[in-house]
């Protein structure tokens, strides 16, 4: 069966800090800015659990030229909006040193839900990420796409880690986010699904034994979206640059192709064990790219170069199918060679000793391209 039209779109969410340029710390201000940013850019803006967060997603995009074009539109959309309220708006997965005792919860009833069920865990949930949906509309290959697809979450991941201070502390990780997320009960790298009906007999499972009040408050790395005919990848960091942005959602969209037509042709995939699915997700948030990362396929660890090659190897026929080999190629083997986004940040850090610092170079990054 070919794939219907609406096969393969793009649609991507962000999520933003909400930053006082004085001070630098987060600021509770998404009510003021929301007002702000609809006059500017629609209904593509929304507020998050804390009142310092701010979330925008694009509309459904067939292209990568699509996905940058609303990118730039959206980023400085709300940072126009952040500044007529006089703050900033920062794309990183944590913020280096603000704390979340200090934050204050959206009043909104999902996420008071959400602090009275998790405590703790939803108070600390100041972390910021980027879902990538890709449009499948046939569920069971959707699952398949899922089973093929989990092997490679991990380098992806350590592309998009952004993530390396908490509360004031270099973490020693690349995306610390991953690790404060990774405590919730239903979250990391999904396990393999038999069929679309095995993946609904665990939601159903899940929600009828009240480990979730429902299906959306599943949070595993990869699931199906409930509102969309689309796989929704969740496990990356928020990017600090358009360009890194574009290149997670063009990774996202060729391997969910690639996938996609191995399930279709019954070619056989590594059915690799949960635990070393685990310790792939942990290395690469660890290290990001400065150390090896876990081959889940070989069972071995290699250099972090040589895992990512291997993945744009996998989804190259892809990439050059939609035209977008060049451009995704280009920016990671940029990020390769310059380092990520975490890595960055420590350098910035290591010249000055000052997080505030890193603010403002995350606050110049989020807005590097939005001006041209």
Known sequence: MAPRTEDFTIGVEEEYQIINPQTRELTSRVEQILPFAKKIIGEKVHPEVQLSQIEIDTPVCQTLSDVRRELVRLRKGVTDAAAKDGNQIASC????????????VTPKQRYQNLIEEYQQLAKEQVIFGCHVHVGISDRNLAVEVMNRARVWLAPMLALSASSPFWMGTDTGYSSYRTEIFGRWPISGPPLIFESVDDYKRVVEALVKSKSVEEETKIYWDMRLCVKYPTVEFRMADVCMTVDEAVMIAGLTRALARTCYEHAKNERSYPKARHELIRAAHWRAARYGLDADLLDVEEKTAVPAKELVEKLLTFVRPSLEEYGDWDEISTIVREILQKGTAASRQREVYNRAGKLEDV???????????IDN
Not at 359 to 369: C, L, M, Q, R, S
Request: charge should be negative; proline fraction near 4%; charged fraction near 30%.
């Open 93 to 104: 997965a944590t913020h280096p040193f603000s704390t979340w005792k200090e934050q204050n």
């Open 359 to 369: 603010v403002d170079y995350i606050v110049e990054e989020t807005k590097k391209g």
